[in-house]
Structure formats: C-alpha cells, structure tokens
C-alpha cells in the first residue's frame, strides 16, 4: 500500500506568519495513525508530543482528527477555512519541501484550488474550472499574490506620504498610483535613478524644496527602498498578468478539447 500523509501541523496558539517543517513521516495505512476507535497511534503520538511547546494548539486538515486529537491528546486543535488554505499550500510545495519524498498525494488529498487561488484569478479576470488548474497556473498566481501583498504593505505608508505632500508642497497627488508616489519621493534623492517620467520636474523642484519640512530627510533609505520593492512588483505584476491569462486560456482549450485530468 502506498504511503499516506496525516494532516497534521503544529501551529503557534497566536497569529502565524511562517509554517516551517519540523518533522515528517509516512504512514502506509493512515486509518491506523488515527482514527476514532483506536485514537492517535504511538508514533503520531510521539512526533506531536516531540515537537509542540507547551500551549501549542495544533492544525490538522480534518475535523475527524480535530476530534480525536482533543479527545485523546487533551491538545487544542485547529480546523477551519484559513487552516484548510495553509494545507492545500503544503501539500502543493511537497516536492519543493521533501524532495526526497517519492510518495504521491492522493487525489482526495491535493485539493484542486484553494479559496486564495480562486479569489487571486477572480481578481485578474480569469475564470477558471477547478478542475482545469495546473501547477503552472497555481506557480504565477503565487506570484502576482506576492506583488499584491507588496503593495498591500506600503498603501497606507505611501497613502500618508501623498496627504503630507499635498499639505506641505500643494502637490496634489490624488489619484496617482503607489508606484508614483513612491517614485516622486526617490526623485528627491535621486533624480537619476530609474524611470521618473510620471514625475514632472516642477513637482520634483517643489518635493526638494520642502523635504526637510516634511521631515523626508530622516527617511532617505527607507524611502529606496520603497521604491525598489514597488518598481520590482510592478514590472513582475505587468509580465505575469498577461502569462497567467495565457495559461488559463490554454488550459480552458486543453479541457475543452481532451476533457478533465489533462491539465495536471
């Protein structure tokens, strides 16, 4: 019998940023790992027990599991959607994570498209099937993900800077984009450096004039790099939208012409 994989992780009781691997195994018959009349085998057992710290609640990927673990283990456990989006990532970075490990997921337990994955293409107009997503699909939405959360991070800082220019310099910057804000304030430094065309050489003149007063000076380096990570986003963004439309579309005529299971 083929090796199975037990859902189970072990989360910090508070907000989680990273999931790192701490241990795996394999079990050939996961009904005997855990199930509701024997309860949590020895050596699942023992891998929980060695690697959680003390009010460690742990994520597991059924509710069944839920149930037994707190039952049996007396651990708090985690079984909701936002646990059920960090196992479908999981189990789609298993080559990258355990190289080593030749065992293949069932089709049961690799989970065609997560909740994120479906709102990340809705986003970029793409309508999609679940069952027509493949892993180059699921690789560059990962990617225009990341360039989103980029510019997630820098809004409300970026946002600030506009407001403040406008109130000092009498620039208006409504309506422009982040990458421009964050463009005209690098010009105050470096008028040379990378494209500032957006940036008319007056408002730069007058961002000169009053960086001291806006206190801008004090932010030099933070202000470059800013900047990097948003021309760096925007350039990958641009590049990725028009790849992953591609690829949806290649993968729609892919099903319509061969039907399911030719896009994995």
Same mark, same amino acid.
């Given at each position: 019998m083929?090796?199975?994989?037990v859902?189970?992780?072990?989360?910090?009781?508070?907000?989680?940023?990273?999931?790192?691997?701490?241990?795996?195994?394999?079990?050939?018959?996961?009904?005997?790992?855990?199930?509701?009349s024997?309860?949590?085998?020895?050596?699942l057992?023992e891998? &929980?027990?060695?690697?959680?710290f003390?009010?460690?609640? &742990?994520?597991?990927?059924?509710?069944?599991?839920?149930?037994?673990?707190?039952e049996?283990?007396?651990i708090?456990c985690?079984?909701?959607?936002?646990?059920?989006?960090?196992?479908?990532?999981?189990?789609?970075?298993?080559?990258?994570l355990?190289?080593?490990?030749?065992s293949?997921?069932?089709?049961?337990?690799?989970?065609?498209m997560s909740?994120g994955?479906?709102?990340?293409?809705?986003?970029?107009?793409?309508?999609?099937?679940?069952?027509m997503?493949?892993?180059? &699909?699921?690789?560059?939405?990962?990617?225009?993900?990341?360039?989103?959360?980029?510019?997630?991070?820098?809004?409300?800082?970026?946002?600030?800077?506009?407001?403040? &220019?406008k109130?000092?310099?009498?620039?208006?910057?409504?309506?422009?984009?982040?990458?421009?804000?964050?463009?005209?304030?690098?010009?105050?430094?470096?008028p040379?450096?990378?494209?500032?065309?957006?940036?008319s050489?007056?408002?730069?003149?007058?961002?000169?004039?009053?960086?001291?007063?806006?206190?801008?000076?004090?932010?030099?380096?933070?202000?470059?790099?800013v900047y990097?990570?948003?021309?760096?986003?925007?350039?990958?963004k641009?590049?990725?939208?028009?790849?992953?439309?591609?690829?949806?579309?290649?993968?729609?005529?892919?099903?319509?012409?061969?039907?399911?299971?030719?896009?994995?």
């Amino acid at each position: 019998m083929e090796a199975a994989y037990v859902d189970v992780i072990l989360l910090l009781a508070g907000s989680v940023m990273a999931v790192l691997l701490e241990e795996f195994r394999t079990f050939k018959d996961k009904s005997n790992a855990i199930n509701k009349s024997t309860g949590v085998s020895k050596r699942l057992t023992e891998m &929980i027990m060695n690697c959680r710290f003390p009010e460690q609640k &742990i994520a597991v990927g059924k509710l069944e599991y839920k149930r037994i673990i707190e039952e049996r283990l007396n651990i708090d456990c985690l079984y909701n959607t936002a646990v059920m989006e960090v196992m479908w990532g999981i189990q789609h970075c298993m080559p990258s994570l355990l190289p080593q490990e030749k065992s293949q997921l069932t089709e049961a337990d690799c989970l065609p498209m997560s909740l994120g994955l479906h709102y990340v293409l809705q986003h970029y107009d793409c309508d999609v099937k679940t069952e027509m997503v493949n892993e180059q &699909i699921v690789a560059t939405a990962s990617v225009l993900f990341q360039c989103d959360s980029v510019e997630k991070k820098y809004s409300g800082a970026l946002r600030h800077a506009g407001d403040l &220019i406008k109130d000092v310099s009498g620039i208006n910057c409504e309506g422009w984009t982040l990458l421009k804000i964050a463009t005209a304030l690098k010009m105050i430094w470096w008028p040379e450096f990378g494209d500032s065309c957006e940036v008319s050489e007056d408002d730069v003149s007058r961002l000169v004039a009053h960086a001291y007063i806006c206190d801008l000076h004090k932010k030099k380096d933070s202000c470059l790099t800013v900047y990097k990570d948003m021309v760096e986003a925007h350039e990958v963004k641009t590049s990725k939208k028009g790849l992953v439309k591609s690829l949806v579309e290649l993968a729609n005529e892919t099903y319509e012409a061969e039907g399911p299971g030719k896009n994995v």
